[in-house]
């Protein structure tokens, strides 16, 4: 499911209206409710008791807040009513607290414990471990020509997921930004460079066309128009395809109204025998570690 593991949304905020009626054990802390927009945030832990995919509500049985109220159940309206359909009753949730004039704010969720473990949901992705054999799927790349994964067995390939307009700098924006920092540290090595090859994948290939994709790798490169692409490409599936190499590669994306795509990430080591090496599910990685699995890699000791 899109939530487990501690996946990270980039929109996935859920904007928490509180009801006094649901309370069970207790009132909140003095002071609680006047605290203001980027006060101090609480952890907080709970089961689900009931989830409406018709109004976007879900409730909520919270353990206590240290400093903040005590236990209680309440029902939260979700800023992304589609999840409503991956809470089910039972589901032991932990979120981010950050109270506000306005609302209890949630974020971060993330299902530690499945009160369903049958459950199927309309898409199923793949749960990705070291070993797997990936597909050979193709892309169209900012050359608009058509690349495969297959073309560049014998290499280390290092493979992330964005799209150009995406506005948060700890997701797209981060992703891109470390395998700049990566793709320049592997030119200080030319017997590395020539064994690496980089792939950021578009999910968004409907907006994220051949030429916009070329304008915004060589923006990463630091190249600019003069960018070959020789080392790392800039492509998406086709639209037919999208929805399998999603799956795969167990990223969950939903389309907003204002144009902007509710996300998880997936950055993966594909070893030279075209073999899953390591999977990164989330966006604390950093250049360090990956460029230390493509040294393992290379030097034959992974």
């Known amino acids: 499911m899109i939530f487990q593991r501690a996946r990270i949304f980039t929109a996935a905020i859920l904007a928490a209206v509180l009801y006094l009626a649901g309370c069970h054990a207790g009132q909140k802390a003095s002071g609680a409710g006047t605290q203001q927009a980027g006060a101090?945030?609480?952890?907080?832990?709970?089961?689900?008791?009931?989830?409406?995919?018709?109004?976007?509500e879900v409730t909520v049985d919270t353990e206590a807040i240290p400093g903040y109220m005590e236990a209680m159940t309440m029902p939260y309206t979700l800023k992304q009513p589609n999840i409503a359909t991956e809470l089910h009753p039972g589901d032991t949730i932990t979120a981010v607290l950050t109270p506000t004039d306005?609302?209890?704010?949630?974020?971060q969720i993330?299902?530690?414990?499945?009160?369903?473990?049958?459950?199927?949901?309309?898409?199923?992705?793949?749960?990705?471990?070291?070993?797997?054999?990936?597909?050979?799927?193709?892309?169209?790349?900012q050359s608009d020509r058509t690349i495969s994964l297959k073309q560049?067995?014998?290499?280390?390939?290092?493979?992330?997921?964005?799209y150009t307009r995406c506005p948060l700098p700890n997701f797209c924006?981060?992703?891109?930004?470390?395998?700049?920092?990566?793709d320049k540290s592997l030119q200080k090595s030319p017997a590395l460079y020539a064994k690496?090859?980089?792939?950021?994948?578009?999910?968004?290939?409907?907006?994220?066309?051949?030429?916009?994709?070329?304008?915004?790798?060589?923006?990463?490169?630091?190249?600019?128009?003069?960018?070959?692409?020789?080392?790392?490409?800039?492509?998406?599936?086709?639209?037919?395809?999208?929805?399998?190499?999603?799956?795969f590669f167990d990223v969950g994306v939903t389309p907003e109204p204002d144009h902007t795509i509710t996300h998880s990430l997936s950055?993966?080591?594909?070893?030279?025998?075209?073999?899953l090496y390591k999977w990164y599910p989330g966006n604390?990685?950093?250049?360090?570690?990956?460029?230390?699995?493509?040294?393992?890699?290379?030097?034959g000791k992974a």
């Open 40 to 56: 101090k945030t609480y952890p907080i832990r709970g089961i689900v008791v009931s989830s409406d995919a018709k109004t976007g």
């Open 102 to 107: 306005n609302a209890d704010l949630l974020d």
């Open 110 to 141: 993330d299902i530690v414990d499945e009160a369903k473990p049958n459950y199927k949901p309309a898409v199923t992705y793949n749960d990705l471990e070291p070993g797997e054999t990936i597909p050979d799927f193709h892309f169209l790349n």
């Open 152 to 162: 560049f067995q014998g290499k280390v390939v290092l493979l992330t997921f964005i």
């Open 173 to 182: 924006v981060r992703m891109s930004r470390n395998f700049a920092e990566i």
């Open 196 to 247: 690496t090859h980089l792939l950021s994948v578009s999910f968004d290939p409907k907006y994220d066309t051949p030429n916009v994709l070329r304008s915004y790798g060589g923006a990463y490169t630091g190249n600019y128009t003069k960018e070959t692409f020789t080392h790392w490409d800039f492509a998406a599936p086709p639209e037919k395809e999208l929805p399998k190499v999603l799956q």
């Open 267 to 275: 950055t993966v080591v594909i070893a030279p025998d075209g073999k």
């Open 284 to 299: 604390d990685w950093n250049p360090q570690q990956v460029l230390a699995d493509v040294e393992k890699l290379a030097a």
